[in-house]
């Protein structure tokens, strides 16, 4: 779920500023001079995209510039914050692509031992304990358990994919929208009035890791996932892409390819 945004759209309005992340239960006075961030749970991550004003050396060097003027440390070290690390990842190997096996359950139940249990989140917790998976317990599945959790994932994964075909239009008469339509009229809370939308939650990060709090200010995507013919896009197909002059873009606009029903090889051809 979506804290905050930073930047134009953000609290500091693209002026820069102090934000001070609030850890659970904290009950202390807050110092001024900070925008503070009530977090929910220990673990967290952050995306920040700086936008060159154009391809040029010189504003590529501005905006890697404006990267490395951001700093992260404890609140105990704001009169002297150490030295930042930053890695450029260009030409290194990053694999980003997540494991649908059973793996997956490790990583769960490791957020499970790790955070304070959410309210929304109780009927789940009470599911994951018929898996072994619960606060303050080692989490030791047998072979047969973790052969049934590997197919569970893969069956996931694979109901996923299909349910990507299914989007709201942007645009009428158009195949392009927004996968999971709760997100964005929830501020990416996906709670509603009369429930909570988990399989619109469920879905959204499956597509994405990262989702503004106020789509459409600070960033918005919208997606296809079945072609002309309203057939599933295939990683082992070649596709064109026909994108008209004019993009209605006020920073910068760019194509990601989807999640291919088959994860073999996808590009599209563009053309202005």
């Known amino acids: 779920m979506p804290i905050t945004d930073v930047g134009p759209?953000?609290?500091d309005r693209?002026?820069?500023?102090?934000?001070l992340l609030i850890p659970p239960g904290y009950k202390g006075n807050v110092p001024e001079g900070y925008f503070p961030i009530q977090t929910a749970t220990y673990n967290g991550y952050a995306l920040f995209r700086a936008i060159p004003a154009t391809s040029s050396a010189s504003d590529l060097d501005n905006a890697i510039s404006l990267?490395?003027?951001?700093r992260l440390y404890s609140l105990a070290q704001a009169e002297n914050p150490p030295a930042s690390h930053y890695i450029d990842i260009v030409g290194k190997l990053f694999d980003g692509i997540p494991a649908f096996d059973d793996t997956f359950y490790d990583r769960l139940a490791k957020m499970v031992d790790e955070?304070?249990?959410?309210?929304?989140?109780l009927v789940a917790m009470a599911?994951?304990?018929?898996?072994?998976?619960?606060?303050?317990?080692?989490?030791?599945?047998?072979?047969a358990t973790r052969d049934s959790?590997?197919?569970?994932?893969a069956e996931a994964q694979a109901g996923f994919m299909q349910a990507s075909a299914n989007v709201e239009p942007w645009w009428p008469d158009t195949r392009w929208g927004l996968p999971a339509g709760a997100g964005p009229k929830t501020a990416f809370t996906f709670l509603a009035d009369?429930?909570?939308e988990i399989d619109d939650r469920g879905q959204t990060f499956f597509l994405a890791y990262a989702v503004p709090k106020k789509l459409g200010a600070a960033t918005v995507y919208v997606g296809a996932f079945v072609d002309a013919k309203d057939a599933p896009l295939q990683g082992d197909k070649i596709y064109r892409l026909q994108i008209p002059a004019?993009?209605?873009?006020?920073?910068y606009w760019a194509v990601l390819p989807s999640t291919p029903l088959k994860p073999q090889r996808s590009f599209a051809k563009r053309r202005r």
Request: hydrophobic share 25%; aromatic share 6%; net charge positive.
């Open 9 to 11: 759209e953000g609290d």
């Open 115 to 121: 955070e304070p249990v959410q309210t929304r989140d």
């Open 246 to 251: 004019n993009v209605p873009a006020k920073q």
């Open 194 to 196: 009369d429930r909570y």
């Open 67 to 70: 990267v490395k003027k951001m």
């Open 127 to 143: 599911q994951l304990r018929s898996l072994g998976i619960e606060k303050d317990k080692a989490f030791n599945p047998d072979q």
């Open 149 to 153: 959790l590997k197919t569970a994932a």
């Open 14 to 19: 693209g002026k820069g500023g102090r934000y």
